[in-house]
């Protein structure tokens, strides 16, 4: 590693991260004397056909400084969702089990078939999001069922996306409310809302936490376990769980992560941090402090290279469109957008800007500008900026009326499949 980063000196390096040589050096030289350091990063790293490497480099900057496995210190994704951890802990990721245990693995689709019911289980993994939506495009996928995602406007290059949805057989959406996606929908089922429901949520901090319902579901709407057990009973299935904590009993039996973690045990303390090493132990707030599941114990450096984005900037789109989500509206905002005071403060899309890149345009803040990329053209009101770059955009991806990932790329990195949503070549016009 230390070979490999000589490759890398601080001067070639400051005109690609735009920061001089001596700041990159002297910010370097601070973290790596600092008593301890704490690395939290968000989407704008992940998003990106090399995001897999942007993550490892933070992995390999917090082994080589000593700051993994003691107080202070650690690398803490910014998750979008308060659940992706639990989420992605029990396998919704197309090339794991529960435990992030590979289906490619003979043994564990044994051990997983048996505690299932299952004469076998297969070991091809899934597809991601992007990857469904190009099978469904091109007729490979003919049926859907989306529970709780708005892919019509959350995923890149959204006009393809919307018309693979178009061109399925058969779309069932269950949600808690009539998302844009559910327009698209044969069967819509009403979903109950976190304040309605009990369960468990697991943050980036390990903390499993359980969730109680504070009101009833309106209407006809049902918790989301409850609407998956009954259409497998009418699927054939012989399930009997009786409610959350059922769930929560078999997730225990086949996920060691959650060892001494009961439910009556979140009953009584709300929530319990893993690894829990005995039932009284509030949970482990340090890991890796002795050593890495690995065969030798020790952690692995992971070296990475400079890649370019897969688009880069040219003449006929000379800018850089960044996009992600705004203080007053998350995610698509199909339930941010409905809160009125969120609404009153956000009603409507804009697009930053740089002040300089706007007067290079011969615009103003509230000036309508078009932004146009390989996949798609919008128009949106300007919003002057001085904290982003110039020749660089953003533009939130909440508002139907503009949708962001209209224009967004959907290039994959090759290892995470995670889209290029963060960066896209764009032309911005005068409108």
Same mark, same amino acid.
Request: glycine share 8%.
């Given at each position: 590693?230390?070979?490999?980063?000589?490759?890398?000196?601080?001067?070639?390096?400051?005109?690609?991260?735009?920061?001089?040589?001596?700041?990159?050096?002297?910010?370097?030289?601070?973290?790596?004397?600092?008593?301890?350091?704490?690395?939290?990063?968000?989407?704008?790293?992940?998003?990106?056909?090399?995001?897999?490497?942007?993550?490892?480099?933070?992995?390999?900057?917090?082994?080589?400084?000593?700051?993994?496995?003691?107080?202070?210190?650690?690398?803490?994704?910014?998750?979008?969702?308060?659940?992706?951890?639990?989420?992605?802990?029990?396998?919704?990721?197309?090339?794991?089990?529960?435990?992030?245990?590979?289906?490619?693995?003979?043994?564990?689709?044994?051990?997983?078939?048996?505690?299932?019911?299952?004469?076998?289980?297969?070991?091809?993994?899934?597809?991601?999001?992007?990857?469904?939506?190009?099978?469904?495009?091109?007729?490979?996928?003919?049926?859907?069922?989306?529970?709780?995602?708005?892919?019509?406007?959350?995923?890149?290059?959204?006009?393809?996306?919307?018309?693979?949805?178009?061109?399925?057989?058969?779309?069932?959406?269950?949600?808690?409310?009539?998302?844009?996606?559910?327009?698209?929908?044969?069967?819509?089922?009403?979903?109950?809302?976190?304040?309605?429901?009990?369960?468990?949520?697991?943050?980036?901090?390990?903390?499993?936490?359980?969730?109680?319902?504070?009101?009833?579901?309106?209407?006809?709407?049902?918790?989301?376990?409850?609407?998956?057990?009954?259409?497998?009973?009418?699927?054939?299935?012989?399930?009997?769980?009786?409610?959350?904590?059922? &769930? +929560?009993?078999?997730?225990?039996? *086949?996920? /060691?992560?959650? #060892?001494?973690? %009961?439910?009556?045990? =979140?009953?009584?303390?709300?929530?319990?941090?893993?690894?829990?090493?005995?039932?009284?132990?509030?949970?482990?707030?340090?890991?890796?402090?002795?050593?890495?599941?690995?065969?030798?114990?020790?952690?692995?450096?992971?070296?990475?290279?400079?890649?370019?984005?897969?688009?880069?900037?040219?003449?006929?789109?000379?800018?850089?469109?960044?996009?992600?989500?705004?203080?007053?509206?998350?995610?698509?905002?199909?339930?941010?957008?409905?809160?009125?005071?969120?609404?009153?403060?956000?009603?409507?899309?804009?697009?930053?800007?740089?002040?300089?890149?706007?007067?290079?345009?011969?615009?103003?803040?509230?000036?309508?500008?078009?932004?146009?990329?390989?996949?798609?053209?919008?128009?949106?009101?300007?919003?002057?900026?001085?904290?982003?770059?110039?020749?660089? &955009? +953003?533009?939130?991806?909440?508002? *139907?009326? /503009?949708?962001? #990932?209209?224009? %967004?790329?959907?290039? =994959?990195?090759?290892?995470?499949?995670?889209?290029?949503?963060?960066?896209?070549?764009?032309?911005?016009?005068?409108?």
């Amino acid at each position: 590693m230390r070979a490999h980063l000589r490759a890398f000196p601080p001067e070639e390096m400051a005109p690609i991260c735009g920061i001089p040589a001596d700041s990159l050096r002297q910010v370097a030289r601070d973290f790596a004397r600092g008593r301890a350091g704490m690395i939290f990063w968000g989407m704008g790293v992940s998003q990106h056909t090399h995001g897999t490497d942007n993550a490892r480099c933070l992995i390999d900057l917090a082994l080589m400084t000593g700051n993994v496995g003691r107080p202070g210190t650690g690398l803490h994704p910014l998750r979008g969702q308060n659940n992706v951890q639990g989420a992605s802990d029990a396998g919704l990721i197309p090339m794991f089990f529960p435990d992030y245990k590979s289906v490619a693995d003979p043994d564990q689709r044994a051990r997983f078939a048996a505690a299932w019911g299952a004469d076998a289980l297969p070991e091809a993994p899934g597809l991601t999001v992007v990857e469904i939506m190009n099978a469904a495009h091109r007729g490979d996928i003919r049926a859907m069922y989306i529970a709780g995602e708005n892919p019509a406007m959350s995923d890149p290059d959204t006009t393809h996306v919307r018309a693979a949805l178009a061109r399925l057989d058969f779309l069932v959406s269950q949600d808690i409310f009539l998302t844009e996606t559910a327009m698209f929908a044969d069967v819509i089922l009403p979903a109950a809302a976190l304040a309605e429901k009990g369960g468990t949520v697991t943050n980036t901090n390990r903390q499993v936490q359980i969730a109680r319902p504070a009101v009833m579901p309106p209407g006809e709407a049902r918790p989301d376990w409850q609407i998956t057990i009954e259409l497998g009973k009418r699927l054939g299935m012989t399930w009997d769980y009786a409610g959350p904590h059922a &769930v +929560f009993a078999e997730m225990t039996g *086949v996920m /060691a992560s959650l #060892n001494n973690i %009961t439910w009556e045990r =979140l009953e009584r303390e709300n929530s319990v941090t893993y690894p829990s090493l005995t039932p009284t132990d509030p949970g482990q707030a340090i890991v890796f402090g002795n050593g890495f599941p690995r065969p030798s114990g020790r952690a692995r450096f992971a070296p990475a290279h400079i890649l370019p984005p897969d688009e880069a900037p040219d003449a006929d789109f000379p800018m850089v469109l960044t996009t992600g989500r705004q203080l007053e509206h998350w995610h698509t905002g199909s339930m941010t957008r409905r809160a009125r005071v969120l609404d009153a403060l956000e009603p409507g899309p804009t697009v930053a800007i740089h002040p300089d890149t706007l007067a290079g345009l011969d615009a103003a803040p509230g000036d309508a500008l078009r932004l146009t990329t390989r996949r798609g053209s919008l128009e949106v009101e300007a919003r002057a900026d001085t904290a982003l770059a110039r020749d660089m &955009v +953003f533009l939130p991806f909440a508002y *139907v009326e /503009a949708a962001a #990932n209209i224009l %967004t790329n959907p290039a =994959l990195d090759p290892v995470g499949k995670i889209a290029e949503v963060k960066f896209a070549a764009v032309r911005v016009e005068k409108a």
